[in-house]
């Protein structure tokens, strides 16, 4: 199993970016993919998931900014963001979950992609 992810960087607030996650080793019907991210060092957040049967957002405050989807095909799964804030701020990272349906539990992790907004 394995995954990475990419596309962070640096934004603006009200900007945009898209995350990818090219994953290996296992279907989206083996297990869900979830994005999270780590806002300090004691705090990681789980954001959204997506499995072969649903799509789920665990956080108020990313919900009607943030949208996750995949790509069967290319074995990745992408997180839209739009309307960032400086409170978006963080190491992203996208992990398979324990389970073939949304959990909001990583197993396996990506090494992380830093999105800063900052103007």
């Known amino acids: 199993v394995h995954l990475v992810e990419s596309g962070g960087g640096l934004v603006q607030p009200g900007g945009s970016l898209r995350l990818s996650c090219a994953f290996s080793g296992f279907t989206l019907d083996d297990y869900a993919i979830g994005w999270f991210r780590q806002v300090s060092e004691n705090k990681r957040e789980a954001l959204s998931c997506?499995?072969?049967?649903?799509?789920?957002y665990y956080l108020d405050s990313i919900r009607g900014r943030f949208t996750i989807s995949g790509d069967a095909a290319k074995s990745t799964v992408y997180m839209e963001m739009n309307g960032l804030k400086p409170e978006d701020t963080a190491v992203y990272y996208c992990?398979?979950?324990?389970?073939?349906?949304?959990?909001?539990?990583?197993?396996?992790w990506g090494q992380g992609t830093q999105v800063t907004v900052s103007s």
């Open positions: 997506i499995s072969s049967g649903e799509k789920s």
């Open positions: 992990a398979s979950e324990v389970a073939h349906y949304c959990s909001g539990v990583g197993n396996y």
